[in-house]
């Protein structure tokens, strides 16, 4: 059984992310902390809250809401034109009555990563800002837990911030940072696979076809959170190609399936000036390279076959996705 720990900023990629590994026969979710990005931290809390009811996982998920600023400075709120009014697209998902913990998120990082030790794995899909302060107070958590996955960052793909700068990143480049020096078996899934798996309206009025009943509520929510703006959105950052980036659903299926991945290791650090390059992950290929921890890069993927895995969580049928 695989233990995950998610950390997200629960909008509309985030919430498929978190559905599939709930819905994973394999994983369990111990507990989900929520950061500032394409909400807030409370409504992303509010959001994983309803996902986990309409999920049912046949066992209790924990939820935590985190901070809601970086590390520096302020935040200038969420990504209306991206995640709707409320992160997923306005779509109004069914109320639960599970509250989130009253406990801080670096609080609940540690108590599970004592609780479940070496056998966690800390998935961050959003700002890395929870996980920063963790390490504030653990130093001594990278040799506690298995490894973090993250989805962020970019190594040769162009950004979706700034020409070389990742929205995950970018939000909080020090935290981020932080984490990357600090020793942790790290990968990063980035926009160099995220970029490449993609999903088309079409795939997902197939998916709500053939959808098992269990799902369809679910297939059902997707399809209405993605029509009005995260498509529109993506049409007009993408070329107007009717199509969007699988971000935080691909790692994930790296967390699960990394065969389907290709990988390399390679020091990083995180660019946290640069007006144009705040946020960047330099990473050095340089024979001596500079003083900095590695990072396990995904540098491809088999992207049918990612796709494949997410919609094989939803339906019964194997349909063509090309
Ligand atoms: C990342 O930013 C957010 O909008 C997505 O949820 C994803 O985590 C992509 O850059
Ligand atoms: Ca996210």
Request: charged share 25%.
């Amino acid at each position: 059984m695989l233990k995950f720990l998610i950390d997200a900023d629960t909008g509309i990629d985030d919430s498929v992310a978190i559905y599939y590994a709930l819905k994973h026969p394999n994983v369990r979710v111990v507990g989900i902390t929520t950061s500032f990005g394409n909400t807030t931290a409370p409504q992303g809390a509010e959001n994983s809250l309803r996902l986990i009811k309409m999920a049912n996982p046949g066992y209790e998920v924990p939820v935590v809401v985190g901070e809601n600023k970086p590390l520096f400075g302020d935040w200038h709120g969420p990504e209306y034109h991206i995640h709707g009014s409320n992160g997923i697209g306005g779509v109004e998902i069914p109320e639960t009555d599970q509250k989130p913990l009253d406990m801080k998120a670096e609080d609940f990082i540690i108590q599970m990563a004592k609780e479940h030790g070496r056998e966690l794995t800390i998935i961050t899909l959003g700002r890395m800002t929870n996980l920063a302060l963790a390490l504030k107070k653990e130093p001594e958590l990278p040799n506690m837990v298995k490894n973090v996955i993250f989805m962020g960052g970019t190594y040769k793909e162009r950004g979706n911030v700034l020409p070389m700068s990742e929205a995950n990143i970018f939000g909080d480049p020090e935290a981020a940072d932080i984490v990357l020096q600090a020793g942790f078996d790290i990968t990063m899934v980035g926009l160099d696979v995220t970029h490449k798996t993609q999903v088309t309206p079409e795939v997902l009025q197939k998916l709500l076809k053939y959808a098992t009943p269990e799902n369809k509520a679910f297939a059902e929510y997707i399809v209405k959170a993605t029509n009005d703006v995260y498509f529109p959105f993506n049409h007009a950052q993408n070329n107007c190609l009717d199509r969007s980036p699988v971000h935080d659903p691909s790692a994930l299926v790296y967390a699960t399936h990394p065969q389907l991945f290709t990988t390399r290791k390679i020091p990083c650090r995180v660019e946290c000036k640069g007006e144009y390059t705040r946020g960047m992950i330099v990473a050095d290929l340089r024979e001596y390279p500079m003083d900095a921890k590695y990072l396990n890069i995904c540098v491809d993927v088999d992207n049918v076959r990612c796709l494949e895995r997410i919609i094989a969580t939803f339906t019964e049928k194997a349909f063509a996705i090309g």
